[in-house]
């Protein structure tokens, strides 16, 4: 009986372990949103940020390679730079973890943003000018954003 009661006991944490990683999982309705900035150590940059509200999430297959080696600092990143950076994520900086993996994605409907404007306000990054990327930022406009760049937000009334 005890190996029994042992593999009920196994099957349960299993079962409870898989509803709090689906309960993790964002799903359509959700706040999500997409934050660049407050690098620093002591006078923080400001942080600019894209929210929205999830419509879809779907895995598919992503060939995580080498991470792009752009060859100056981050704060002369060109648009073009960035657009690299942003074709290949997720990559892997060692040659070994190369490989194929199932990679979480979000199309998510845009809300509100707030982007630098200048580069005296922040350096360009994926947020600049009004845009995410190379796409306009306008209300209703959705983003195919992987999963690992989002945070959940609060809910606005």
């Not at 940020?49 to 991470?67: A, D, F, N, S, T």
């Not at 990679?103 to 360009?124: H, N, Y």
């Not at 209300?139 to 609060?154: A, H, M, Q």
Request: charged share 25%.
């Amino acid at each position: 009986m005890r190996p029994l009661v042992f593999v009920f006991a196994l099957l349960a944490a299993v079962i409870q372990s898989a509803s709090a990683e689906e309960a993790q999982m964002p799903v359509p309705g959700d706040c999500a949103m997409f934050r660049e900035g407050g690098e620093g150590y002591i006078m923080k940059t400001p942080t600019y940020w894209v929210r929205g509200r999830i419509e879809e999430v779907y895995k598919r297959p992503h060939q995580m390679g080498l991470c792009p080696r752009i060859s100056k600092p981050r704060e002369r990143f060109t648009r073009d730079d960035w657009m690299t950076i942003a074709d290949t994520y997720p990559c892997v900086s060692d040659p070994a973890n190369v490989g194929e993996v199932q990679a979480i994605r979000i199309r998510m409907r845009v809300e509100a943003w707030e982007t630098p404007w200048s580069l005296q306000q922040g350096r360009v990054g994926w947020l600049f000018r009004g845009q995410f990327l190379k796409t306009e930022l306008k209300e209703g406009v959705i983003l195919d954003v992987d999963g690992t760049l989002l945070e959940r937000c609060e809910e606005k009334p």
